[in-house]
């Protein structure tokens, strides 16, 4: 089985000392998510989370790797798919230039709305750990 690797990043902001999430969606799909691509060549895993961020996005981000999660799961085309997502925190007045060939639209969302508009459970889950970690909230296992 082809194992395909991506890193990404749970891209936030501090409105009102209140973390607001970007999400990505996809411009071939319905698909809503974090900004995240596929490993290249020798690049390390944050190599590739800051190249794909700054692709899809234009923003220059440093990434914390004290938070990361690791997603695993089979694809349609019968690939596995192994995703390490970290956190990085942009200043709230950040312009986001999207990459119109791969996303068709993006919005900063609290917890709730961002949660509720993930496309996948296991990404729902993600968001979780990942505002539980900024937050020191805990929002259930």
């Known amino acids: 089985m082809i194992t395909e690797n ?3 990043a749970v891209v936030y902001r501090l409105v009102n000392q209140q973390p607001q999430y970007l999400l990505l969606k996809s411009a071939t799909s319905d698909f809503w998510g974090f900004p995240k ?3 290249e060549g020798q690049e ?4 590739t989370a800051v190249r794909e961020i700054r692709e899809e996005t234009s923003l220059t981000v440093t990434v914390d790797p004290t ?3 690791d997603l695993d799961y089979d694809m349609k085309n019968g ?3 192994h995703v390490v997502l970290y956190t990085a925190q942009v200043p709230a ?4 230039d999207r990459q119109v060939e791969e996303i068709s639209d993006f919005a900063w969302l609290d917890f ?8 996948y459970p296991n990404l729902q889950n993600l968001l979780t750990q990942a505002n539980d970690f900024l937050t020191g909230e805990r929002h259930g296992e």
Request: glycine share 8%.
């Open 44 to 47: 390390t895993d944050i190599e």
């Open 67 to 69: 938070f990361h999660a």
């Open 79 to 81: 690939h596995h798919k």
């Open 112 to 119: 709730a709305t961002a949660h509720e508009r993930l496309s």
């Open 93 to 96: 007045d950040v312009t986001i």
């Open 37 to 39: 691509g596929h490993v």
């Open 6 to 8: 991506a890193s990404g």
